[in-house]
């Protein structure tokens, strides 16, 4: 309709934003990449019973799911610690970086040369003057403002390896290669094999100084031990070799050690060059997979049709469901979007609530008391289809419980929106939050 309206304008927003398109050269180089990397589950230590986990039968599907979309199988003998808040989650980064011997892989979205910003530019210092392999890559998107500082070109002068994602160059030109939204999303750390964080926060203070006003961000994060460590391990060696000129396989190849008794994991990744709808149908398998409760996180709520229905029918089916939402969205269009969506949540029976005490960003859902996902995706188009990002899959009713608690600890800072007040909203106000949902596909 835009293209026969604004014949000009139109031909140029397809070209901006018609297709979901990285680049014929991108998709190439990344196929050939990730064909060539050694299968995770072949490294000496996966074929100890304590990595091969007993998985309850009705849980099983939600790992079929997440094997289809990611190739990894579900790996035993796991062990996951919730982090406190934001600023613990950087210094307990920073000293595993410190106790690190071999290298240190590192993958976030947004960068910042803030305080926590600098603690991990001075850690990742550290341990390359020692000697450690340090590997440190970003979205030339979300970190530029890092990319373009003199503590970028400090990292490099100290010995880490650093790449951008998905690099911009001329944005005039890049129209013609790929779509220049489609983002690395991810937040990878990885050290010797060991360890792994996963979770929705970047690298920077809670704060979040491009948008001071909404601050605090508060997300949440959970580092792991065990073999999950290794799937991780293995998504950021894709995206390490499909931007940056190295050859890293040798760190897949490495003996692991024997797994402690843990939780089945498994790590959940998407991105465009991933098969269609991967991410929606992880969220709506677990959606479905609801025999009692059904608890979510998300700060971004613009979802495709069957995410929507899916929620309605757990509501509908008797399921306690919660969501909570940030009360402000430092994206107008998308809270307004999401917003759209709450009368025929509430109608099915969905409790919403929306965090005041600064912007939500934990992206968490559990399951029952026993199933959690964590990670980088939003419940948005922009997650589901655009976006590269990393989530972690667990069955573990204790680790399960920490989460829950968390969620829970939420509520008290938020305020329960009812169906009265939404049916209460002026005309204009839902005209305004049901024309913003009409481009909810490119929000």
Known sequence: MIILALPFVGIVAYLLLGETNIGRKRVARMK??????????????????????????????????????????????????LMSDSNSVIDSMVADIDEASDHVHLLFYIWLPDRNGTKMAEALKRAAGRGVNCRAMVDDLGS?????????????????????ALPIGNPLLRIFTGRIDLRNHRKILVIDNKVTYCGSQNCADPEFLPKAKFAPWVDTVMRFEGPVVRQNQHLFAGDWMANFDEDITEVLRAPMGTPEPGFAAQVVAS????????????????IYSAHRELFITTPYYVPIDSIQAALCAAGNRGIDTTIIFPARNDDFAVGATSRSYYADLLAAGVKIHEYGAGLLHAKTMTIDGEVTLIGSANMDRRSFELNYENNILLCDPGVTAQLRARQESFLSDSRQITAEEVASWTWRRRLWNNTLAIVGPVL
């Open 32 to 81: 050939q990449v990730i064909g060539n990397l050694p299968d995770v589950g072949c490294a000496p230590g996966f074929d100890v019973p304590a990595a091969r986990p007993e998985i309850n039968e009705r849980h099983l599907p939600l790992f079929r799911v997440g094997h289809s979309i990611s190739g990894f199988e579900p790996a035993g003998g796991n062990r996951a610690t």
């Open 144 to 164: 530029r403002t890092l990319v373009h500082c003199e503590l970028w070109s400090q990292m490099e002068v100290a010995g880490v390896k650093l790449a951008r």
């Open 271 to 286: 991105g465009p060059t991933a098969r269609y709808s991967a991410m929606p149908e992880m969220f709506e398998t677990l």
